[in-house]
């Protein structure tokens, strides 16, 4: 049974016309899942998760958390613990303090809401720090303290909004892996909420895409890789970025940098009657072939090196328009700015079709 | 870039006149509070002819100083308390609530202050007396009639200082405050009101300096049992002799309250003024 369940959950902002920050969310989250809300700034992530900690109206459909509709619940009633952005640790209470608070609160005996605070000090490397307040801790160690606020409580749904964010990019990745790995632990559904795809790619048992307030698509990280629903989560699932372009077709094959690329079989159906389709294909799916192959003329215009592979970034001509593409190819024996490639596709299927204007995908 | 030399002894002269202007006062006050009866009686003199300690003894003889105290610290602390803790609710409600007439009651309690004081007086008087004739609560020479007096006085600055302190407090905090299972009351009490804690101070010692230091109401709305320390110092001056000695003496000692006070929130004033600055 879902733990969690959003069934057409809608948050409308009161303007004319009224904002629909989320609008029409269907969402079920199972017992222990991770699961992350990715998607850009505005497209309506906090307001979702805010709806099921209850700082959010819900202005139609409904929120279970358990098997209660906690739709109309205040916070205090929903068994939830948030970990905000902004962290909001009580700046006149001590680390210990800030993370008994919530014991404290239900009037928990004060030798259990020691014991607890210690346990999770201990899980979060806080052992030292418990006398301390907010303001003499670094941004990783406060951090730690507002995970260690919502662990303390054992709840039933973990939330998180951007927890990372403040972090700086070499702690952030290292906290990234001990939250996940945390989660493992305690077995506690949570939610996460973040902008950045590759939190949600290595994080989350399974990623729901939102944007513009609307769920795109949520499926485990490798599905919405491979199997993109649209055009939008092909474009922002993956860095760098899918080549995503609108090219003409003639049923079977487009063309693409001077080149006819023929689609797969299944495609072909599905791109019938079609004079446009939206054809994406990832950097890692291209390959450069010899100047006397035949392939997809690319003129070179940059080359980021990574080390174990190299970015080849050059354009590459779109029905007379220069469109930039993007190459992954092996970090030895990189081509120079200025210099033509001739690409071609590793693996004939690896292509993904959309329609030209609904964007959705054009086969299953 | 040096500065010419004309301009340093045309501001050091203006500084000494400035800080003469300031300490003078200072100087007369103290050496007065400190001469015997005699020196004050006639010219004035710059300095005492002999120290003596009496006026700070006889001070308290000459006139109901004590009681003066007494009516004074209940009155101010009185309005002080009643300041803070209706400002806190009203701050907290319009910082955090939207509802409607929000605007309007802003605006309502920030124009208040823009007449002044004496406007209010004979309307104020009115009301007391009316309101004594109805239903018997005396309100004209009681203290509680005094304290509302300084309530009105207090409470739209109080409010509005109050607001901007509570504005400058994230949200967030009572939203944690909410998850982690608090109501709204309780989040007030034990997350906003702590983190206020410099605005608070501040307007405490805004509402009870207002209040000790009146003079124009309490000349009002006084009686002989409720005279407070603005007022009751006008007794030392008697029909034959202005026991100015005793007068300074007295101004003295009914200054070390206000000084007190101001010592001991002074470290959450300047935090309170230098509220918001740094994130
Ligand atoms: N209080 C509000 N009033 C009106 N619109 C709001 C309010 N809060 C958020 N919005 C709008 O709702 C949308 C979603 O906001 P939000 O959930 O914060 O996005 P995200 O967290 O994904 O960046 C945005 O377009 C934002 O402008
Ligand atoms: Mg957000």
Known sequence: MAEVEYRAATRAYPSTPPVRAVDSLDLEIGDGEFLVLVGPSGSGKSTALRMLAGLEDVDEGGISIGSADVTGTPPKARDIAMVFQSYALYPHMTVGENMGFALKLRKTPKDVIRRKVAEAADMLDLREFLDRKPRALSGGQRQRVAMGRAIVRDPSVFLMDEPLSNLDAKLRVETRANIAALQRKLGTTTIYVTHDQVEAMTMGDRVAVLDGGVLQQVAAPRELYDNPANSFVAGFIGSPAMNLETVPSRGDSVLLGGHRVELPRAAQAAAEGLDEVMFGVRPEALRPVPAEEEGIRMDVELVEELGADALVIGSVDVSGAAKRFTVRTDGRGVPGAGETLNLVLRDHEEVHLFHPSTGQRLVA | ?279
């Open chain 2, 1 to 279: 870039m040096r500065e010419p030399r004309w301009f340093q002894w045309v501001r050091g002269v203006g500084l000494c006149l400035l800080t003469l202007f300031t300490v003078i006062p200072l100087y007369v006050m103290v050496t007065t509070s400190v001469k015997p009866l005699s020196d004050v009686q006639d010219t004035f003199q710059w300095l005492p002819s002999a120290l003596t300690l009496e006026p700070y003894v006889d001070m308290w003889s000459t006139v109901r100083l004590a009681d003066y105290f007494v009516n004074s610290a209940v009155v101010s602390l009185g309005a002080a308390a009643f300041s803070v803790l209706i400002a806190l609710f009203a701050a907290y409600a319009i910082s955090r609530y939207r509802f409607r007439g929000r605007d309007a009651f802003r605006f309502t309690v920030l124009s208040t202050q823009m007449f002044p004081g004496i406007l209010f007086l004979l309307p104020l008087y009115l009301i007391y007396a009316t309101v004594g004739q109805a239903t018997g609560i005396v309100l004209q020479g009681s203290h509680i009639g005094l304290i509302i007096t300084y309530l009105t006085f207090s409470l739209p600055f109080s409010i509005w200082m109050l607001v901007s302190y509570f504005d400058s407090i994230p949200v967030d905090l009572d939203e944690a405050a909410y998850i982690d299972g608090a109501g709204p009351v309780q989040t007030l009490w034990r997350v906003v009101i702590p983190a206020a804690k410099p605005g608070i101070a501040a307007v405490s010692i805004y509402a009870f300096m207002t209040a000790w230091g009146e003079t124009l109401f309490a000349s009002i709305m006084t009686d002989s049992d409720s005279t407070t320390l603005a007022i009751g110092l006008r007794d030392y001056s008697t029909q034959s002799t202005v026991y100015w000695n005793e007068v300074m003496s007295a101004s003295l000692v009914v200054s070390i309250p206000v000084v007190l006070g101001f010592l001991a929130l002074q470290r959450y004033l300047v935090q309170g003024l230098t509220a918001g600055a740094v994130k």
